[in-house]
């Protein structure tokens, strides 16, 4: 048997160790055949070399992440101990605080977690308008509200607007219960989420009520000029042609937009088409516009979704086939 002691000088042994000890709990259940005792500012662990070895990679990530943050949240500790892949693992590893776009409740900390994520965010900080196209999953808005809510910190704007169409409600709104705010909330949901995630709920209720954060359908721009904010319109795929443009035409003085969208699930009725695709095509040379394609390989939900992702693209290549062969 081998025994290790691990210093843990360089950080709040009781944010380490949780309160009651709950996280060193989690600590003896992730590593059920190791003896770990906490002692003061160490841990002592016993068992084989391979294990401790193991453990100890571990808990070097958890220090590191609290040598940075200073506090780490159950869920991020459980997050660490349980993620063995190497995406996982690098998403935590020596990560320049730099990186950190917004510090959220609870010690949370939002930052670009993949390559492409990274190059979003990068293409934002020089440029006023960005295009950010890809699948379910990808992150692109979730990204773009973080970048959103830095500017507003930052005091680079004074004020967000998060804005999609409400293509599902068509017109057929008057006969769902409530006022029209209680009809529009549900399609405007994922943004609500992503704002969790990121601002404290009070906060967000005083920028709320005050129009410091406004969420609205895309209709609603209409007739506006938006100076001093950071603009994102989401799911630009339900978008027409005309709605783009009223949109992009929209974006005032000190104004920064964000367009995602996903080109494979368009929601528009069949006798319309989607304006995002050309105002890709159109809009592709022009300074100060950029254009960032996210894929499969961003995918940060349940490691199955990019699993469906590609199964499902592999479907489409083969319907392709078989409506070509069809037309032989």
Do not use: C, W
Request: aromatic letters at 6%; zero cysteines.
């Amino acid at each position: 048997m081998t025994e290790t002691i691990i210093n843990l000088e360089s950080i709040n042994p009781i944010e380490f160790f949780g309160v009651n000890n709950g996280k060193l709990d989690l600590l003896k259940k992730k590593f059920p055949l190791l003896k770990i005792l906490s002692r003061g500012t160490q841990v002592k662990l016993s068992g084989s070399p391979e294990q401790i070895e193991t453990a100890k990679e571990k808990i070097d990530l958890l220090v590191q992440y609290l040598e940075r943050n200073g506090h780490l949240s159950e869920n991020y500790f459980e997050q660490i101990l349980g993620g063995d892949d190497a995406e996982t693992i690098d998403h935590f590893k020596d990560r320049n605080p730099n990186d950190i776009l917004v510090f959220g409740p609870n010690g949370k900390t939002v930052r670009a977690r993949t390559h492409n994520q990274k190059r979003l965010v990068q293409a934002a900080d020089h440029n006023d308008i960005l295009f950010a196209i890809g699948p379910a999953g990808t992150g692109k808005t979730y990204t773009a509200v973080a970048l959103a809510v830095r500017a507003l910190k930052n005091k680079t704007v004074k004020k967000i607007i998060l804005t999609r169409p409400a293509v599902e409600a068509g017109e057929s709104l008057g006969f769902l219960p409530g006022d029209l705010k209680e009809k529009i909330d549900p399609y405007l949901r994922p943004l609500y989420d992503a704002l969790d995630d990121m601002i404290p709920a009070d906060k967000l209720g005083y920028y709320m009520s005050t129009r410091v954060i406004e969420i609205a359908p895309l209709a609603y721009m209409r007739g506006r000029t938006l100076d001093n904010a950071f603009i994102i319109l989401d799911e630009a795929q339900n978008a027409t042609d005309l709605q783009i443009k009223m949109f992009l035409t929209r974006i005032g003085a000190n104004a920064q937009a964000i367009i995602t969208g996903d080109l494979t699930q368009v929601d528009l009725p069949k006798n319309q088409k989607s304006g995002l695709d050309k105002a890709i095509r159109i809009l592709r040379n022009v300074d100060g516009i950029a254009h960032i394609e996210l894929d499969e390989e961003d995918v940060v939900r349940h490691k199955l979704v990019k699993a469906i992702i590609k199964a499902y693209d592999k479907e489409h290549e083969l319907e392709k086939l078989r409506a070509v062969e069809h037309h032989r």
